[in-house]
């Protein structure tokens, strides 16, 4: 999540935020991945919700047609991604639902929008970042759906992350 985090940052998170609202574009979440983790955690940026079209074109991410400002983004992605044809396209090639979370074509409400219960995240190092570009989407609860934890492990979104606590001199509110 480098520059928004640093490897040395605590981070506190609201474990109550998705109780009370859905992830949101821009949020910081913190969640099971669908990829082993030994049972860490992730954290990434929300960058598209449940309806969502997402486009990276040369290196520019598109939500629902318009540009997103990314004043985070520590540099632009080196790959294109949409989502289409009921998966993620990177660089024009599926991503295989044998190795990433991408559920079956009966659970998309439009081959071209991010089903309900998933989201697209992505680190703000896009192109050193272990994220949806690699392993499909976030799932937001129950059985992963498909990739190398299906039906074996439980997907959770955990919280919200609000601020970065230590060393003090990162000490800030996250937005």
Do not use: C
């Amino acid at each position: 999540m480098i520059p928004t985090l640093r490897v040395s940052d605590t981070v506190l998170v609201d474990v109550a935020a998705y109780r009370l609202r859905a992830p949101r574009a821009g949020d910081l979440a913190v969640f099971m991945p669908p990829v082993p983790s030994r049972g860490m955690p992730f954290i990434k940026r929300v960058i598209g919700v449940p309806g969502d079209t997402i486009r990276i074109v040369d290196g520019v991410l598109y939500r629902d047609g318009k540009t997103v400002p990314e004043p985070y983004d520590n540099e632009a992605p080196q790959y294109d991604l949409a989502v289409e044809r009921d998966t993620i396209v990177v660089d024009g090639t599926p991503l295989d639902p044998a190795v990433a979370d991408i559920p079956p074509r009966a659970m998309w409400q439009a081959p071209n929008r991010i089903p309900a219960g998933f989201y697209l995240v992505l680190g703000d190092n896009r192109n050193y970042s272990d994220d949806s570009h690699l392993w499909g989407f976030a799932q937001f609860s129950g059985p992963f759906v498909a990739g190398p934890l299906a039906h074996r492990r439980r997907a959770r979104f955990i919280g919200r992350a609000v601020m970065i606590a230590w060393p003090l001199d990162h000490l800030r509110i996250i937005r």
